[in-house]
T-cell receptor, first 114, second 116 residues
Framework: QQQVKQSPQSLIVQKGGISIINCAYE??????FPWYQQFPGKGPALLIA?????SEKKEGRFTISFNKSAKQFSLHIMDSQPGDSATYFC?????????????FGKGTKLSVIP | EPEVTQTPSHQVTQMGQEVILRCVPI?????FYWYRQILGQKVEFLVS????????KSEIFDDQFSVERPDGSNFTLKIRSTKLEDSAMYFC??????????????FGPGTRLTVT
């Protein structure tokens, strides 16, 4: 029940295209959903996060869509660029219940080709 | 921009030896965390630390592990007797505090631990 399932495992997108990564969860107590970007040999970097009281959040080319009833959330990267090539992790936690530990998905390796 | 720093970047140790991984969280942050990532796998939570005590720990964080904030800036993870399966990248993270919305965790660059 604590798992966060992420798909696809890998994704190849052409430059200028839209990258879409999906995550699903079972634990309805999760109330904080961040996305992290990780380049090889580096730590995860916070990209964007959403709380379940909104269905969408946009920051620049990055948008999180959240479907509370389906217990799913997704990351959309518009106008994907070769510099976006990295591994993306979704995560979830229950800060409302006093737990800040992040449960991560298995990651999606995104390759943006010119 | 403030960032979490970690030392060393790479640590090689022999099985059974003790290692200490060091982290300097962002200066005004109050919550500290350790995560690990075995090569090619997802990031896994180990422990969180607040107000000089452990607030949460995972099943991975057994008696071989301990954490400490020895002074006002450092946060350490000690593995008492390393095993081969402890080989992983260890990430330190910190977050600002308990104010509603301050859940953002910022990760350091990691320490690659290799146990031989």
């Amino acid at each position: 029940q604590q798992q966060v399932k992420q798909s696809p495992q890998s994704l190849i997108v052409q430059k200028g295209g839209i990258s879409i990564i999906n995550c699903a969860y079972e634990n309805t107590a999760f109330d904080y959903f961040p996305w992290y970007q990780q380049f090889p040999g580096k730590g995860p970097a916070l990209l964007i996060a959403i709380r379940p009281d909104v269905s969408e959040k946009k920051e620049g080319r990055f948008t999180i869509s959240f479907n509370k009833s389906a217990k799913q959330f997704s990351l959309h990267i518009m106008d994907s660029q070769p510099g976006d090539s990295a591994t993306y992790f979704c995560a979830a936690s229950t800060p409302g219940a006093g737990s800040y530990q992040l449960t991560f998905g298995k990651g999606t390796k995104l390759s943006v080709i010119p | 921009e403030p960032e979490v720093t970690q030392t060393p970047s790479h640590q090689v140790t022999q099985m059974g030896q003790e290692v200490i991984l060091r982290c300097v969280p962002i200066s005004n942050h109050l919550y500290f965390y350790w995560y690990r990532q075995i090569l090619g796998q997802k990031v896994e939570f180990l422990v969180s630390f607040y107000n000089n005590e452990i607030s949460e720990k995972s099943e991975i964080f057994d008696d071989q592990f301990s954490v400490e904030r020895p002074d006002g800036s450092n946060f350490t993870l000690k593995i008492r007797s390393t095993k081969l399966e402890d080989s992983a990248m260890y990430f330190c993270a910190s977050s600002e505090g308990l104010i509603a919305g301050d859940y953002e965790q910022y990760f350091g660059p990691g320490t690659r631990l290799t146990v031989t």
